[in-house]
């Protein structure tokens, strides 16, 4: 157990629907990232929150959105679900705003999300 | 650019041997080579990681060889052993205002016993 936590590990949905996953980073940990992982592109940077504020943003489509709450914990939604949104979808959690050499991201086991 | 590229896209050796996984880079702001460690139905974790200022680092049976003139960085597993079957990820970070990893496409490792 890496002691970040992803909700639900599965989801089937359907095409234009709107899904939530959702992360419990590790205890301490301020930072989170979010990250999808298809067989063609690997895995792709989406957003970090650091303590509740938005710090970076990669290549996340506008029908998706973040936020971090109060507690740390963090959701993604995914809205108007396309077949091509099918994926893992990672989250990680790190101590502070970047990665240090020897502890990096602690990742989840991810929510494999399939749109039908 | 931001992209890291990664080879072999698979690889298959037996036990005993030294699969080295090789990747490279173009922007020259990267400072940070962290290499990832993914099994089936797990997420990514963390084996080893190195900066532009050394040129060799070991953890173990992981070895990271970092290249800076010609950037790229390559991973060698000394000893292979069929519980290192797993997929490898590279990735690398600026820092500077990009606090993301941008990874390599993945090397799948096979350790036949």
């Known amino acids: 157990d890496s002691g970040v936590t992803q909700t639900p590990k599965h989801l089937i949905t359907a095409t234009g629907q709107r899904v939530t996953l959702r992360c419990s980073p590790r205890?301490?940990?301020?930072?989170v990232y979010w990250y999808q992982q298809s067989l063609d592109q690997g895995l792709q940077f989406l957003i970090q929150y650091y303590n509740g504020e938005e710090r970076a943003k990669g290549n996340i489509l506008e029908r998706f959105s973040a936020q971090q709450f109060p507690d740390l914990h963090s959701e993604l939604n995914l809205s108007s679900l396309e077949l091509g949104d099918s994926a893992l979808y990672f989250c990680?959690?790190?101590?502070?705003?970047?990665?240090?050499?020897?502890?990096?991201?602690?990742f989840g086991s991810g929510t494999r999300l399939t749109v039908v | 650019q931001q992209q890291v590229k990664q080879s072999p896209q698979s690889l298959i050796v037996q036990k005993g041997g030294i699969p080295i996984i090789n990747c490279a880079y173009e922007n020259t702001a990267f400072d940070y080579f962290p290499w990832y460690q993914q099994f089936p139905g797990k997420g990514p974790a963390l084996l080893i990681a190195i900066r532009p200022d050394v040129s060799e680092k070991k953890e173990g049976r992981f070895t990271i060889s970092f290249n800076k003139s010609a950037k790229q960085f390559s991973l060698h597993i000394m000893d292979s052993q069929p519980g290192d079957s797993a997929t490898y990820f590279c990735a690398a970070n600026s820092g500077a205002g990009s606090y993301q990893l941008t990874f390599g496409k993945g090397t799948k490792l096979s350790v036949i016993p």
């Open positions: 990680a959690s790190s101590i502070g705003l970047r990665t240090g050499d020897n502890y990096g991201y602690t």
């Open positions: 205890s301490g940990d301020l930072s």
